[in-house]
């Protein structure tokens, strides 16, 4: 089983169980789904820029969607409130990529292959 797979399948034990009433460290259950999420995020970090964008529709969208979802007597509270704990977990591994992507940006490309005329493949003109 891959860390990706593990660590998804973590946030969403810890987004059910935060929902749960009556469970200890309920309290800590945002800061765990942030954690596991940035986890996730420098573990598996993600170059295709639409799944990317994709991962922050998400984050930002799942909270508005779920909430629709209190329209549901008895489990629509409980569906809410475990989507929007994943969405916490979804924007940790937003944040994650988002700040691998700006290390990316401001350390300098790699030239150990290159010749020292072409400019690392970049051209100026």
């Known amino acids: 089983m891959s860390s ?27 800061l765990a789904l942030v954690a596991l999420g940035l986890i996730s995020g420098f573990m598996n970090p ?21 909430d629709s979802l209190d329209a549901i007597p008895v489990v629509g509270g409980f569906v809410n409130s475990i989507l929007d704990n994943i969405a916490v977990g979804v924007a940790g591994i937003v944040v994650a990529n ?5 290390y990316a940006r401001l350390m300098p490309a790699d030239d150990s292959g290159s010749s020292a005329g072409s400019g690392g493949g970049y051209s100026s003109e």
């Open 4 to 30: 990706d797979r593990i660590l998804m399948i973590l946030m969403t034990l810890v987004a059910v169980l935060a929902v749960i009433p009556g469970v200890p460290m309920v309290a800590l259950a945002p």
């Open 46 to 66: 993600e170059d295709d820029l639409l799944t990317r964008l994709a991962y922050i529709v998400v984050a930002v969208a799942l909270p508005t969607v779920a």
């Open 98 to 102: 988002m700040l691998l992507q700006i």
